[in-house]
Protein backbone atom coordinates (compact mmCIF):
# COMPACT_ATOMS: atom_id res chain seq x y z
CA UNK A 1 0.00 0.00 0.00
CA UNK A 2 0.92 3.34 -1.06
CA UNK A 3 -0.17 6.48 1.13
CA UNK A 4 0.61 10.16 1.41
CA UNK A 5 0.52 12.52 3.98
CA UNK A 6 -1.09 15.91 3.57
CA UNK A 7 -0.91 19.09 6.04
CA UNK A 8 -3.18 20.71 6.80
CA UNK A 9 -4.05 24.11 8.45
CA UNK A 10 -0.66 25.71 8.32
CA UNK A 11 -0.18 29.05 8.67
CA UNK A 12 3.33 29.74 9.03
CA UNK A 13 5.91 29.44 5.48
CA UNK A 14 8.47 27.65 8.56
CA UNK A 15 6.21 25.21 8.78
CA UNK A 16 5.27 24.61 5.30
CA UNK A 17 9.08 23.85 4.70
CA UNK A 18 8.96 21.59 7.45
CA UNK A 19 6.16 19.75 6.16
CA UNK A 20 7.61 19.03 2.87
CA UNK A 21 11.57 18.47 3.98
CA UNK A 22 9.66 15.48 6.28
CA UNK A 23 8.18 14.10 3.57
CA UNK A 24 4.55 15.11 2.93
CA UNK A 25 2.78 15.57 -0.14
CA UNK A 26 0.12 18.17 0.03
CA UNK A 27 0.50 21.56 1.91
CA UNK A 28 -3.39 22.79 3.20
CA UNK A 29 -4.64 26.37 3.75
CA UNK A 30 -8.10 27.05 5.56
CA UNK A 31 -10.31 29.22 4.16
CA UNK A 32 -13.37 28.50 5.65
CA UNK A 33 -13.29 30.04 9.04
CA UNK A 34 -11.71 29.19 12.19
CA UNK A 35 -8.03 29.87 14.04
CA UNK A 36 -6.08 28.87 11.20
CA UNK A 37 -8.24 30.95 8.40
CA UNK A 38 -6.28 32.87 6.13
CA UNK A 39 -6.15 36.03 3.76
CA UNK A 40 -5.29 34.59 0.26
CA UNK A 41 -2.66 36.71 -0.04
CA UNK A 42 -1.18 35.38 3.55
CA UNK A 43 -1.85 31.71 2.42
CA UNK A 44 0.64 32.12 -0.92
CA UNK A 45 2.91 33.18 1.12
CA UNK A 46 2.56 29.89 3.87
CA UNK A 47 2.45 27.53 0.99
CA UNK A 48 5.39 28.76 -0.85
CA UNK A 49 7.40 27.79 2.29
CA UNK A 50 7.01 24.40 1.08
CA UNK A 51 8.48 24.95 -2.45
CA UNK A 52 7.48 23.28 -6.07
CA UNK A 53 7.68 19.49 -5.11
CA UNK A 54 3.76 18.86 -3.17
CA UNK A 55 0.69 20.04 -4.37
CA UNK A 56 -1.53 23.27 -2.31
CA UNK A 57 -4.93 22.60 -0.81
CA UNK A 58 -7.42 25.26 -0.19
CA UNK A 59 -10.01 24.02 2.72
CA UNK A 60 -13.41 25.52 2.24
CA UNK A 61 -16.67 25.79 3.64
CA UNK A 62 -19.78 27.54 1.79
CA UNK A 63 -17.99 30.62 -0.20
CA UNK A 64 -18.96 31.02 -3.42
CA UNK A 65 -17.78 29.98 -6.55
CA UNK A 66 -16.35 33.53 -7.74
CA UNK A 67 -14.75 33.70 -4.17
CA UNK A 68 -13.23 30.51 -4.31
CA UNK A 69 -12.15 31.50 -8.08
CA UNK A 70 -10.56 33.92 -6.95
CA UNK A 71 -8.62 32.90 -3.85
CA UNK A 72 -7.20 29.66 -6.18
CA UNK A 73 -5.65 32.09 -8.48
CA UNK A 74 -3.80 34.38 -5.55
CA UNK A 75 -3.07 31.25 -3.35
CA UNK A 76 -1.70 29.19 -6.54
CA UNK A 77 -3.54 26.71 -5.33
CA UNK A 78 -3.45 23.11 -7.52
CA UNK A 79 -6.47 21.53 -5.08
CA UNK A 80 -9.66 23.13 -3.87
CA UNK A 81 -11.40 20.62 -1.05
CA UNK A 82 -15.06 21.60 -0.76
CA UNK A 83 -16.74 21.16 2.65
CA UNK A 84 -20.16 21.96 4.07
CA UNK A 85 -21.36 18.84 2.32
CA UNK A 86 -20.63 19.79 -1.67
CA UNK A 87 -23.15 18.02 -3.91
CA UNK A 88 -21.98 16.73 -7.30
CA UNK A 89 -23.06 20.09 -9.49
CA UNK A 90 -21.07 22.35 -6.94
CA UNK A 91 -18.18 20.04 -7.63
CA UNK A 92 -18.29 20.46 -11.42
CA UNK A 93 -19.18 24.27 -10.99
CA UNK A 94 -16.03 24.62 -9.33
CA UNK A 95 -13.51 22.50 -11.17
CA UNK A 96 -14.69 24.41 -14.67
CA UNK A 97 -14.33 27.80 -12.67
CA UNK A 98 -10.92 27.38 -11.08
CA UNK A 99 -9.01 24.63 -13.54
CA UNK A 100 -7.97 22.26 -10.13
CA UNK A 101 -8.68 19.28 -9.06
CA UNK A 102 -11.43 19.12 -6.67
CA UNK A 103 -11.77 17.11 -3.23
CA UNK A 104 -15.37 16.46 -1.67
CA UNK A 105 -15.66 15.92 1.46
CA UNK A 106 -18.05 13.62 3.37
CA UNK A 107 -18.44 13.85 7.38
CA UNK A 108 -19.31 10.95 9.19
CA UNK A 109 -21.80 10.59 11.82
CA UNK A 110 -22.79 7.22 11.29
CA UNK A 111 -22.42 4.27 9.31
CA UNK A 112 -21.19 5.35 5.57
CA UNK A 113 -23.27 3.17 2.17
CA UNK A 114 -21.21 3.23 -0.23
CA UNK A 115 -24.31 3.68 -2.70
CA UNK A 116 -24.93 6.99 -1.13
CA UNK A 117 -20.89 8.20 -2.39
CA UNK A 118 -21.35 7.14 -5.93
CA UNK A 119 -22.56 10.28 -7.34
CA UNK A 120 -19.34 12.16 -6.12
CA UNK A 121 -16.86 9.66 -6.64
CA UNK A 122 -17.88 10.36 -10.23
CA UNK A 123 -17.79 13.98 -10.15
CA UNK A 124 -14.58 14.34 -7.61
CA UNK A 125 -10.74 13.86 -8.26
CA UNK A 126 -11.21 12.29 -4.35
CA UNK A 127 -13.47 11.98 -1.42
CA UNK A 128 -12.32 12.73 1.80
CA UNK A 129 -13.55 11.43 4.75
CA UNK A 130 -13.63 13.33 7.65
CA UNK A 131 -15.67 13.88 11.28
CA UNK A 132 -19.27 14.93 11.79
CA UNK A 133 -18.57 17.59 14.81
CA UNK A 134 -21.38 20.05 15.58
CA UNK A 135 -20.55 23.74 15.08
CA UNK A 136 -17.19 23.24 13.21
CA UNK A 137 -16.48 22.52 9.11
CA UNK A 138 -13.02 20.29 10.15
CA UNK A 139 -9.90 20.40 12.20
CA UNK A 140 -11.96 19.44 15.27
CA UNK A 141 -8.89 17.07 16.47
CA UNK A 142 -11.86 14.29 16.73
CA UNK A 143 -11.87 10.87 14.55
CA UNK A 144 -14.62 9.50 13.61
CA UNK A 145 -15.69 5.35 13.80
CA UNK A 146 -13.19 4.19 11.29
CA UNK A 147 -15.52 0.63 10.96
CA UNK A 148 -18.77 2.53 10.08
CA UNK A 149 -17.07 3.65 6.59
CA UNK A 150 -14.87 0.32 6.13
CA UNK A 151 -17.61 -1.04 3.46
CA UNK A 152 -17.63 2.29 1.84
CA UNK A 153 -14.12 2.61 1.53
CA UNK A 154 -13.80 -1.05 0.04
CA UNK A 155 -16.22 -0.06 -2.91
CA UNK A 156 -14.71 3.58 -3.78
CA UNK A 157 -14.27 4.29 -6.98
CA UNK A 158 -11.23 6.93 -6.74
CA UNK A 159 -8.91 8.12 -4.69
CA UNK A 160 -9.69 8.02 -0.48
CA UNK A 161 -8.82 10.58 2.12
CA UNK A 162 -8.92 10.01 5.53
CA UNK A 163 -9.03 12.55 8.40
CA UNK A 164 -10.45 14.11 11.75
CA UNK A 165 -8.40 13.29 14.75
CA UNK A 166 -5.56 11.62 13.66
CA UNK A 167 -2.15 11.20 15.06
CA UNK A 168 0.93 9.57 15.23
CA UNK A 169 -1.14 7.24 17.72
CA UNK A 170 -3.66 6.58 15.47
CA UNK A 171 -3.04 6.93 12.05
CA UNK A 172 -1.82 3.25 11.59
CA UNK A 173 -5.07 2.01 12.67
CA UNK A 174 -6.96 4.40 10.60
CA UNK A 175 -4.78 2.71 7.39
CA UNK A 176 -5.19 -0.56 8.12
CA UNK A 177 -9.42 0.12 8.66
CA UNK A 178 -10.00 1.89 5.36
CA UNK A 179 -6.51 1.55 3.13
CA UNK A 180 -6.84 5.61 2.25
CA UNK A 181 -4.87 6.90 -0.69
CA UNK A 182 -3.68 9.83 1.56
CA UNK A 183 -4.02 10.61 5.39
CA UNK A 184 -4.59 14.63 6.36
CA UNK A 185 -3.74 15.75 9.31
CA UNK A 186 -3.63 19.15 10.96
CA UNK A 187 -4.56 19.77 14.98
CA UNK A 188 -2.43 15.84 15.47
CA UNK A 189 0.78 17.94 14.64
CA UNK A 190 -0.07 20.59 16.26
CA UNK A 191 1.35 22.68 19.69
CA UNK A 192 -1.31 25.18 19.36
CA UNK A 193 -4.33 25.86 16.91
CA UNK A 194 -2.29 26.81 13.62
CA UNK A 195 1.09 25.98 15.21
CA UNK A 196 2.64 22.89 13.58
CA UNK A 197 5.39 21.15 15.63
CA UNK A 198 8.13 19.40 13.57
CA UNK A 199 8.84 17.16 15.78
CA UNK A 200 5.23 15.90 15.76
CA UNK A 201 4.96 15.99 11.86
CA UNK A 202 7.92 13.75 11.65
CA UNK A 203 6.31 11.53 14.18
CA UNK A 204 3.49 10.96 12.05
CA UNK A 205 4.91 10.81 8.80
CA UNK A 206 7.23 8.18 10.24
CA UNK A 207 3.96 6.15 11.68
CA UNK A 208 2.42 6.18 8.30
CA UNK A 209 6.19 4.68 7.03
CA UNK A 210 5.74 1.85 9.44
CA UNK A 211 1.85 0.94 8.34
CA UNK A 212 2.31 1.13 4.57
CA UNK A 213 4.84 2.63 1.72
CA UNK A 214 5.06 6.43 2.03
CA UNK A 215 4.92 7.55 -1.63
Not at 88 to 107: F, L, Q, S
Request: proline share 3%; net charge negative; aromatic share 4%.
Amino acid sequence: MRVEVKVCGLTRPEDARAAAELGARYVGAVFAGGPRNLEASRARDVLDGAGEDVDRVGVFGDADVATIARTVREARLDIVQLHADPGPDAVRAIREATGARVWAVVRVDGVVAASALQALWEAADALVLDSKVKGVLGGSGTSFDWSAAEQAARARAGPLVVAGGLTAANVGEAIESLSPDIVDVSSGVESAPGIKDHARIADFIEAVRRTGVLR
